[in-house]
């Protein structure tokens, strides 16, 4: 009987097979379900602390002295979250300024109030990543300032 040399290549072979059976089962099960979820959930909380961190610089900005008429100042947004770009947009619920971000991910998302000086008198505008944002703090004629989000 010739057949005993086989047996440790198809025993082998047979190993092999049934690692790469787990490796793949293990793969699809991660990229189908894991791995999607903790990037929604990491989005998120870059999201957030990018609103944060936004409205922050804003109300930093929006403490312009007396003497200024007309400021300009740059802010950091994170290019992408979860690999898509985003916005910033001001609006006012009851009253008071505050910030919204939009995201593709309906997961990634919030909105924050803005703390600005009562001088201010409104926020709006849009910031968007990926391009260059600025927060344009300029005097009004009645001696208030507006605050431009582009």
Not at 7 to 34: I, Q
Not at 128 to 141: K, M
Request: net charge neutral; hydrophobic share 45%.
């Amino acid at each position: 009987m010739d057949d005993r040399a086989s047996a440790p290549v198809v025993g082998k072979a047979m190993e092999v097979a049934v690692l790469v059976v787990f490796v793949g089962l293990v793969s699809a099960a991660l990229f189908g379900s894991v791995v999607p979820t903790y990037r929604t959930a990491a989005g998120a909380e870059v999201g957030e602390r990018a609103l944060v961190a936004v409205a922050g610089q804003i109300e930093e900005a929006a403490r312009t002295p007396d003497e200024v008429i007309d400021r300009r100042v740059a802010i950091s947004l994170p290019r992408t979250i979860r690999g898509e770009t985003y916005a910033v947009r001001a609006t006012t619920t009851n009253g008071t300024p505050t910030l919204v971000l939009d995201h593709a991910n309906a997961a990634i998302g919030g909105e924050t109030a803005l703390a600005v000086p009562p001088r201010v008198a409104g926020v709006n505008g849009t910031l968007r990543s990926g391009a260059s944002p600025t927060v344009t703090v300029t005097r009004r004629p009645d001696g208030r300032f507006e605050v431009r989000l582009q």
